[in-house]
């Protein structure tokens, strides 16, 4: 399969901290990137950098080969990148069908297809519901509505199923499986389960750095990884 | 229950608008001919106050120069009005003009030429920044008009009479009252429009969200400019009526006191609905005027009356009753 987003020795510093340490990473067509790493280990700020919201100080970054580094966030949108965010941020004021809407309109899309996406996601009865009437669970959803109805070749998925309970996590895993082949995606996620469920690759990010990347079976062997990572997860 | 509340929110809308049209006979009747002055007035500022309104209540911007795009827009109509009556040129190169639609289409560029440039530079900050921006701006328009001695500085511009449109006795205040009237009405249905539409929708979505829009592909400053443009343009819409209402343009008309009373009526009657800004400025103006006419120490009423409207309803008269 070919690689659709390349991430080439990226680095990112806040003042001292380096919170991007010389990451290189790629994501290849259709398939499940996972990327796992413990708290502040620099997730979401990475996917900060891949969309264009948080500059790098350097390294490079392209999808289907072409150089994202000097666009802003709305043409990389449009190149087919696409993200959901850790702690929802949807639109307060607007119905579930609006939050969607938006997003079909910024790239020329009739708003009636809204639906379509929100039934992707499993959120077809909310449809009308405003946001703030719905659930965390249904707001993560939304999230993923959102970002498809964005039509993306990758989906950048920081953490889907934080704060869901068991069976709107399994909903999640799958709803995602439904997904795969069809787009691909850079999964951050700290449910180890649904990771070993979905990733076809899993990554590991420790304090800024990938400390190790691989199948889920040599993960789960690594001793580095067990040691900085998942020692942590079974203590 | 959701029924009757619907009913009358299309019923007083229309009971205010028949209550305007027959104004000028009502006030004939009632011997109080000033009162047809002081409703074009409400109207006037209403427009610009809802001009606002698109910047303010749709697209979250918090401008305290709305003055200067309405004095802008006075001006382009003032300065028109007075070359036409000299047959002079304006910087030696536009003529001038007495028709009303020329003057407004004048005043429109005007004024979205002001707000293209200042909302370029604005819209570069957001919060406590944007407002002292925009304060800044219209002083500095304020003090440019002030030192113009050309058109009259500090003194203002009079003009001769008001602009002509299709033959009509613009001279008449009920004539003007009803021009008024509708030039307030189109700009409402467009604001209408705006609100619903891909625009409108996306402009609501920023407001909400910025980071949220923008990661939905969103280039979000075009639209906050654009709707600071639009915005600024009704403003100067308003100010060439006034011009005409008047006959006089000054460069009061930029003080940033009015920008505040701009901003106070969307608060008053509510920001990001259609008709509040409106109702707002029909609220001020009639507060302003029955109190001037009870005591002369009127604003010290007039302030506390506004706050404890503005508690007591919260989201602005155009909300009342009105789930949040
Ligand atoms: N704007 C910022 N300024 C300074 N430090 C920041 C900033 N944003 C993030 N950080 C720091 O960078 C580190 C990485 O943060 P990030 O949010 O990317 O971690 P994460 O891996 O997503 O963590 P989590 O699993 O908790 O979501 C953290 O130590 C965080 O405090
Ligand atoms: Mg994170």
Not at chain 2, 52 to 67: C, D, E, Q, T, V
Request: glycine share 12%; net charge neutral; with cysteine.
């Amino acid at each position: 399969m070919s690689v659709l987003l390349a991430i080439d020795d990226l680095v990112k510093n806040y003042g001292g901290l380096r919170v991007t340490d010389h990451v290189t990473l790629d994501v290849l067509g259709g398939e499940i990137h996972a990327l796992i790493g413990p708290n502040g280990a620099g997730k979401s700020t990475l996917i900060g950098q891949i969309m264009g919201e948080i500059k790098p100080d350097a390294g490079r970054i392209s999808l289907e080969g072409h150089a994202l580094d000097a666009l802003s966030q709305a043409a990389r949108v449009r190149r087919g990148l696409a993200r959901t965010f850790q702690t929802p941020d949807t639109l307060g004021e607007y119905t579930a069908q609006e939050n969607v809407a938006v997003a079909l309109l910024a790239r020329g899309a009739p708003a009636r297809d809204a639906a379509l996406y929100l039934d992707r996601a499993g959120l077809a009865a909310r449809a009308q519901m405003r946001v703030a009437d719905l659930s965390h669970g249904e707001r993560k959803q939304l999230e993923l509505a959102i970002a498809l109805a964005t039509h993306p070749r990758v989906l950048l998925l920081d953490e889907p199923m934080a704060g869901l309970g068991p069976t709107e996590s399994a909903q999640m895993v799958e709803i995602l499986r439904g997904l795969r082949g069809e787009v691909a995606m850079l999964l951050v996620e700290h449910d180890m389960k649904a990771v070993f469920a979905l990733a076809d690759r899993i990554s590991v990010l420790v304090y800024g750095a990938i400390i190790a990347s691989g199948d889920a079976a040599s993960i789960q062997a690594d001793p580095l990884v067990r040691e900085a990572y998942l020692g942590v997860e079974e203590a | 229950m959701r029924d009757t509340q619907k009913h009358i929110r299309i019923a007083l809308p229309v009971a205010a608008l028949a209550l305007l049209v027959a104004l000028p006979f009502l006030a004939q009747l009632a011997g109080q001919p000033a009162l047809v002055t002081l409703a074009t007035r409400m109207m006037i500022l209403g427009l610009a106050a809802s001009a606002l309104n698109i910047a303010l209540g749709f697209g979250g911007l918090i401008s305290l120069g709305h003055a200067a795009f309405y004095g802008v827009g006075a001006y382009a109509a003032g300065i028109l009005t007075t070359h036409a009556a000299e047959g002079t040129l304006f910087l030696g190169l536009i003529p001038g003009s007495d028709q009303l639609l020329v003057n407004m289409a004048a005043a429109l560029l005007a004024s979205g030429l002001a707000a293209a440039i200042i909302g370029a530079l604005a819209l570069r900050t957001s919060g406590i920044q944007f407002i002292m921006i925009t304060l800044a701006f219209a002083q500095m328009l304020f003090f440019f008009f002030v030192a113009l001695k050309a058109y009259g500085g500090d003194d203002g511009l009079s003009l001769r009479r008001r602009n002509q449109l299709f033959g009509l006795n613009m001279r008449d205040d009920a004539t003007f009252f009803y021009v008024t009237l509708v030039v307030l009405l189109a700009w409402l249905g467009i604001c209408a429009r705006l609100l619903h539409s891909r625009f409108g929708l996306i402009l609501g979505g920023i407001r909400q969200s910025e980071r949220r829009m923008q990661a939905v592909g969103v280039d979000t400053f075009r639209y906050r400019w654009l709707a600071f443009v639009i915005s600024g343009m009704g403003a100067g819409l308003a100010g060439a009526l006034m011009a005409n209402l008047g006959r006089f343009v000054s460069p009061d008309m930029m003080h940033w006191t009015t920008s505040g009373e701009l901003l106070i009526m969307n608060v008053l009657g509510g920001a990001g609905t259609i008709l509040g800004p409106a109702i707002g400025a029909f609220a001020l103006i009639g507060f302003e005027a029955v109190l001037a006419g009870w005591t002369e120490h009127w604003q010290i009423i007039l302030g506390p009356l506004l706050v404890l409207m503005v508690l007591a309803f919260r989201g602005g008269l155009a909300r009342i009753g009105r789930r949040a």
